[in-house]
């Protein structure tokens, strides 16, 4: 195997690698990660940034091994493993502490017959602080996971992930009900929820005459009425409290952005002179000439009646207040003062009063435009914009300021 550093995603699905080949997959991954690292200067890092593996007949062991490999790799950050024969019933808690010390911030396990006794473990243990998006799509969850999931979204465990996809399972009308109250009540972060195609199974076919017993009459009417509890759900209750996130998660980011260069201009101002220091004739000169002078002392009404011009406003003494005022007023020049909580405002003081931050932005604003378009056109305008972007939401993220941590939530929202 001999995979170059410039290749940033590997697509080797629809084969039939098997246990065996995904280990010899990673295995080769290792091997060349660990040569590309071990290069001397000028060479290129090392870059691989997905790897997708559908339909390959892979079990629990081929996942086992990615798993590791992604703990290993902090340039991994989606791992596909859709369509194959995974039930992640063996070795489930090395597993999840692996994944939970990964950098991975996709993993799609859909269409896998998942252990229900297993994905509960996994949503008790799991805390992978990068983890935005996890599909368990197709996966034939029962309602008794559902608990587990619920448990999941309410708790601090699951800030960062964006998006949860739970569809064509079978966690009914209660199991469904129960996490989107974990939603409305605890979630704020979570901006996509899978929640489709989940009521209790019934006979879909057949005419009336198939239905051999009253049991099956009614096992028939009781689905129906799981699938209408169900839409009421996913089509009423849901769609509401996703836009209430991105609502919030949008007001973070822009209160964090906004805020950044008011705080950097406070804490790194030059200190006003003293009182004391400014001499009494400079500022009676700054007041008026003849008032220096002593002309005009037999008439002081003269020099006002003489200029039309208003005397100039003095400026805000900013600078002069105790810096927890000074620091207030930043906050309000976010135009959002209660978007941030205490906790990310503090990461942004800390970071604002750094002085080499401002490099370090700068070089990262540099690197990024390096192979972006030049020229005047309008594309290319647009890459380098969208370049620029990237670079703060890495900023925003890196700091925890592009999720809601607010909390109570306002309740003019909800």
């Not at 493993?81 to 950098?103: D, E, R």
């Not at 009308?173 to 009521?199: E, M, P």
């Not at 207040?321 to 503090?346: F, I, K, M, N, Y």
């Amino acid at each position: 195997m001999d995979i170059r550093p410039q290749i940033h995603r590997l697509d080797a699905g629809h084969n039939a690698l098997g246990n065996d080949g995904a280990v010899a997959l990673f295995g080769g991954l290792t091997t060349q990660r660990m040569r590309y690292r071990r290069a001397e200067k000028g060479e290129p890092a090392w870059g691989m940034r997905e790897v997708h593996m559908p339909q390959n007949n892979v079990g629990d062991e081929g996942l086992a091994n990615a798993v590791q490999y992604a703990s290993e790799d902090e340039e991994l950050k989606s791992l596909g493993m859709q369509a194959n024969g995974i039930t992640v019933s063996c070795g489930l808690s090395a597993l999840i502490q692996k994944l939970n010390k990964s950098h991975l911030t996709e993993l799609r396990l859909s269409n896998n017959r998942l252990s229900p006794a297993a994905v509960e473990q996994l949503f008790t243990s799991l805390e992978a602080p990068h983890l935005r998006a996890l599909h368990l799509s197709q996966c034939r969850l029962p309602a008794e996971v559902a608990p587990a999931i619920a448990d999941y979204i309410a708790s601090p465990r699951s800030y960062g992930l964006e998006r949860l996809q739970l569809n064509a399972n079978s966690l009914g009308s209660k199991g469904v009900s129960a996490i989107v109250d974990a939603l409305q009540s605890s979630n704020f972060t979570l901006l996509h929820l899978g929640l489709a195609a989940n009521s209790a199974r019934a006979r879909s076919s057949g005419s009336d005459d198939d239905w051999d017993s009253e049991e099956e009459w009614s096992s028939a009417s009781d689905a129906d009425s799981d699938a209408a509890a169900c839409s009421q759900q996913t089509e009423r209750r849901l769609p509401a409290l996703l836009e209430r996130n991105r609502i919030l998660n949008r007001r973070v980011k822009d209160a964090a952005t906004r805020a950044l260069a008011p705080m950097r201009i406070i804490l790194h101002a030059l200190p006003p002179p003293e009182q004391g220091d400014v001499n009494e004739q400079d500022q009676l000169e700054k007041l008026s000439p003849e008032a220096a002078t002593g002309e005009n002392d037999a008439n002081p009404v003269a020099p006002a009646q003489a200029s039309s011009e208003p005397a100039p406003l003095e400026s805000f003494p900013l600078l002069r207040l105790p810096q927890e005022l000074q620091l207030v007023v930043a906050r309000h020049c976010s135009g959002d003062a209660e978007a941030l909580s205490e906790a990310q405002w503090t990461r942004i003081i800390t970071y604002a009063g750094e002085r080499a931050s401002l490099k370090r932005m700068a070089e990262r604003s540099r690197l990024a435009l390096v192979d972006a378009a030049t020229g005047p056109s309008r594309a290319a305008r647009h890459e380098r914009k969208a370049k620029m972007l990237e670079v703060l939401e890495e900023w925003r993220t890196r700091h925890r300021c592009d999720q809601w941590e607010s909390n109570p939530m306002p309740a003019n929202l909800w």
